[in-house]
């Protein structure tokens, strides 16, 4: 009972770090190197395009007398910015729907959690203000319960 109400905040974002980094459609757009395969938890104003971003979680308890259960919402970002070759929005799309293809599988596996339900929430895709940057935005939500 000693995790009964722990936020497994961190143990979600490792196993969807790690489902993104395994997703082979993401990384052929996203990897800068074998090490660095374009996916993190912050950045700064150097880190080179393209890249995904994985943002803050926020939560909202759904406790029953039984059980504790939070909806977790994870919002992923992607960025894309144009170089010599236009490519539009296209890139980011591509981005996006990798992300959601590998987030959406169900084998998630949390310490002390267990992951019941995941919803897609909301995507989409807008210019940045930073000339020829997009920007895509992909919201998961996961029903998850302490055990």
């Given at each position: 009972?000693?995790?009964?109400?722990?936020?497994?905040?961190?143990?979600?974002?490792k196993v969807i770090f790690q489902k993104l980094t395994a997703c082979e459609a993401l990384?052929?757009?996203?990897?800068?190197?074998?090490?660095?395969?374009?996916?993190?938890?912050?950045?700064?104003?150097?880190?080179?395009?393209?890249?995904?971003?994985?943002?803050?979680?926020?939560?909202?308890?759904?406790?029953?007398?039984?059980?504790?259960?939070?909806?977790?919402?994870?919002?992923?970002?992607?960025?894309?910015?144009?170089?010599?070759?236009?490519?539009?929005?296209?890139?980011?799309?591509?981005?996006?729907?990798?992300?959601?293809?590998?987030?959406?599988?169900?084998?998630?596996?949390?310490?002390?959690?267990?992951?019941?339900?995941?919803?897609?929430?909301?995507?989409?895709?807008?210019?940045?203000?930073?000339?020829?940057?997009?920007?895509?935005?992909?919201?998961?939500?996961?029903?998850?319960?302490?055990?």
């Amino acid at each position: 009972m000693t995790n009964y109400y722990a936020l497994p905040y961190f143990e979600l974002q490792k196993v969807i770090f790690q489902k993104l980094t395994a997703c082979e459609a993401l990384t052929s757009i996203t990897r800068k190197d074998d090490e660095d395969l374009g996916v993190y938890d912050a950045v700064d104003e150097n880190t080179p395009y393209p890249y995904v971003t994985i943002s803050e979680p926020y939560s909202s308890p759904a406790d029953t007398k039984t059980s504790n259960i939070e909806t977790i919402t994870f919002t992923i970002h992607a960025w894309w910015k144009d170089n010599d070759d236009y490519s539009g929005k296209r890139k980011v799309y591509e981005m996006l729907s990798a992300c959601q293809m590998a987030l959406m599988a169900r084998n998630y596996m949390i310490p002390g959690a267990r992951v019941l339900d995941i919803t897609r929430r909301e995507s989409r895709v807008i210019d940045d203000n930073s000339p020829g940057v997009k920007h895509g935005i992909l919201t998961i939500q996961y029903k998850v319960q302490n055990i």
